[in-house]
């Protein structure tokens, strides 16, 4: 059977909204026509509660996988949640998606409407000619719940299946910022195949001697350097054990540094627009980040360089980011543990850490999960309402 595997669309993610929602429809529509099954490890949206229009324009994006004539069908679901279609299309919710517990994500609706399988806490069983694929999934959690999540799930593989397990977390040899992050070796055992989300850019490893892929994202969202690599998805054989990486057409990505050592803010500004004219030379409408590193002439601070202005110069021709982060001159900088964890993780999960270690250094032993509490106090409403929901969710429990 083979598998298309593609990760975190983030549909509606609102600086690059057309990019998210071309690039996705490109992956969903090539990897469908090329697999017999679809695997989505999270985050299809980028919001926990997105707008009708996004909603409206997902379920445009998964109609259309309905109208191919899929030889596999998922026979059966085993655990929580129930099953609505049998068109294999797997798929779990994300951090992005994640809510606090109880509440319905936006890959419960597209579940609830017949456009996917929602494997948050179950496994689904496809079966094609014969043969049988085993999906055991564990939506995206808090990262210091998922030992305690995985344990409770004590996934085990299907006898006479090949077997994958599904999930979306950081990993630790991934991203070595936090002991809460899993350690492969974690992972449960027995199963043939290890496919995870979250991260986004491109991962091939191993796990307990089998098979773990990361797709990445397929649309720009951080920024970072290793963004740089081509967008798609994965086709896993399970016959052969043998998977290929497919690119889609998406936007180039150029991240580059900008030495400003002894340069007065006029020379800086002409080479940042040397380094950016250089790529519109190779390439049209691109997205370009420009680090700046070093330390100025002596006189100058960073702020008599306006980047603002600088970028502006280029819309419509380029989406510019100029950061000055790296610059000697900036007064306030953050831990080094810190800094550099904000810049692998989501602004989301960067802030749930910090509130996460405050709330152990201040010996907070409520039986609310800071987590839960997190996502109330970050909802889109009014911050009383959202105070008066955390209080009245503490003292219920």
């Not at 936090?178 to 850019?201: Q, R, T, W």
Request: glycine share 8%; hydrophobic share 40%.
């Amino acid at each position: 059977m083979k598998l298309g595997i593609l990760s975190d669309l983030h549909l509606g993610y609102e600086r690059f909204h057309e990019d998210a929602y071309a690039q996705a429809s490109e992956a969903l529509t090539s990897a469908a026509a090329a697999a017999d099954a679809l695997l989505i490890p999270g985050d299809i949206f980028d919001m926990r509660n997105p707008k009708p229009e996004v909603l409206a324009e997902a379920i445009n994006l998964f109609r259309t996988l309905e109208e191919k004539k899929w030889e596999a069908r998922v026979v059966s679901l085993e655990g929580e949640g129930r099953l609505f279609t049998d068109v294999p299309v797997i798929a779990i919710p994300g951090t992005h998606e994640r809510r606090a517990h109880g509440a319905a994500d936006p890959v419960d609706l597209l579940s609830l409407a017949g456009f996917l399988v929602d494997i948050s806490e179950a496994t689904a069983i496809i079966e094609k000619g014969g043969e049988r694929v085993a999906v055991c999934g564990l939506g995206g959690i808090a990262e210091e719940r998922f030992r305690e999540a995985l344990a409770q799930r004590n996934a085990q593989p299907v006898k006479g299946a090949f077997n994958i397990f599904l999930f979306h977390q950081s990993v630790f040899e991934l991203l070595p910022f936090s002991k809460d992050f899993i350690n492969l070796e974690e992972l449960p055992k027995g199963f043939d195949l290890y496919i995870d989300g979250h991260i986004h850019s491109r991962v091939e490893k191993k796990v307990h001697g089998k098979p773990f892929l990361i797709p990445g994202s397929t649309v720009l969202t951080q920024l970072k350097e290793n963004e740089q690599d081509a967008k798609g998805f994965y086709i896993f054989d399970t016959e052969t054990g043998k998977y290929e990486f497919h690119q889609i057409k998406s936007r180039r990505f150029v991240s580059a540094k900008v030495d400003v050592d002894g340069k007065e803010p006029k020379e800086i500004k002409e080479a940042v627009r040397k380094r950016i004219d250089s790529v519109l030379r190779e390439c049209s409408n691109p997205i370009i980040r420009i680090e700046l590193t070093g330390r100025m002439k002596e006189g100058f601070k960073h702020m008599d360089i306006d980047v603002r202005e600088l970028a502006k110069s280029y819309e419509g021709r380029a989406v510019i980011e100029i950061s000055k982060g790296s610059m000697e001159e900036i007064g306030l900088q953050l831990k080094e543990g810190h800094a550099k964890g904000a810049l692998e993780q989501p602004v989301r999960e960067f802030g749930l850490g910090i509130l996460v270690e405050r709330l152990k250094k201040n010996g907070y032993a409520l039986k609310v999960n800071p987590t839960d509490l997190f996502d109330i106090l970050s909802a889109d409403v009014p911050k009383e309402k959202a105070l008066k929901k955390a209080m009245d969710e503490i003292f219920e429990r």
